[in-house]
């Protein structure tokens, strides 16, 4: 299968600070990358979808101003949480599906953030 | 509000049962994916199944999707340490644009 990489592992933060969060697919283009949070022992919450040089596309509830997504190349993606507060803490996850491989998703391997 | 509601929630079973995980929604996917995922990674893909009533097996793990294409099951037998992993179900839209996972299943298998 394909790889995303996802950087970093983890991060921690000082409140008020904001953090980019990194998604790469290596071997694909992907046309498409979505970024998912995560809260302990709970399933992933579908942050943003983002589409290669289009805007992202928030589900509701996410606010855009906050957790900021970039996706300006069909290889790169990034979250950038921003003015982070203790309550942001919790396991980023992206994932990226193109390049022939139809409608797999392939996934990082996640960014645990805390927050002080 | 989860899309795909997974049952049991927390399953702790003995090596060498059966079990049964299942997927629901009131929504029709195109297609529905079953992932496992270990704890600090991302989720892991073990299949994707496409057509109403399909059948897949891999191993010792079949999965199935509704006619209907609104539910799945995911039933493994003689369950080994091994599959111990949190097993998510995921949706995914017409297009392709969207995918929803479900609200997850914790499995612990003891030795």
């Known amino acids: 299968g394909a790889v995303v990489s996802q950087h970093p592992s983890w991060v921690i933060c000082k409140s008020g600070t904001s953090v980019k969060i990194e998604c790469r697919s290596l071997?694909?283009?992907?046309?498409?990358m979505f970024w998912y949070r995560q809260f302990p022992k709970q399933s992933l919450m579908l942050m943003a979808t983002?589409?290669?040089?289009?805007?992202?596309?928030?589900e509701q509830g996410v606010e855009k101003d906050k957790f900021l997504i970039n996706h300006a190349s069909l290889t790169l993606s990034t979250l950038t949480v921003t003015s982070a507060h203790p309550e942001d803490s919790s396991f980023y996850i992206c994932?990226?599906?193109?390049?022939?491989?139809?409608?797999?998703?392939?996934f990082g391997s996640g960014t645990q953030l805390s927050v002080l | 509000t989860q899309l795909l509601e997974q049952s049991p929630q927390f399953l702790s079973i003995q090596e060498g049962e059966n079990l049964t995980v299942y997927c629901n929604s009131s929504?029709?996917?195109?297609?529905l994916q079953w992932y496992r995922q270990e704890p600090g990674e991302g989720p892991v893909l073990l299949v994707t199944?496409?057509?109403?009533?399909e059948v897949k097996k891999l191993k010792r793990l079949t999965f199935q999707f509704g006619d209907a294409r609104k539910d799945s099951s995911l039933h493994i037998t003689a369950a080994q340490p091994g599959d111990t992993g949190l097993y998510l179900c995921?949706?995914?839209?017409?297009?392709?644009?969207?995918?929803?996972f479900g609200s997850g299943t914790k499995l612990n298998v003891k030795p």
């Open positions: 994932s990226a599906r193109g390049g022939g491989w139809g409608e797999k998703l392939f």
């Open positions: 071997d694909f283009q992907a046309t498409t």
């Open positions: 983002s589409n290669e040089g289009s805007k992202a596309t928030y």
């Open positions: 929504s029709v996917f195109s297609s």
């Open positions: 199944v496409v057509t109403g009533g």
């Open positions: 995921a949706g995914a839209s017409y297009n392709f644009n969207k995918f929803y």
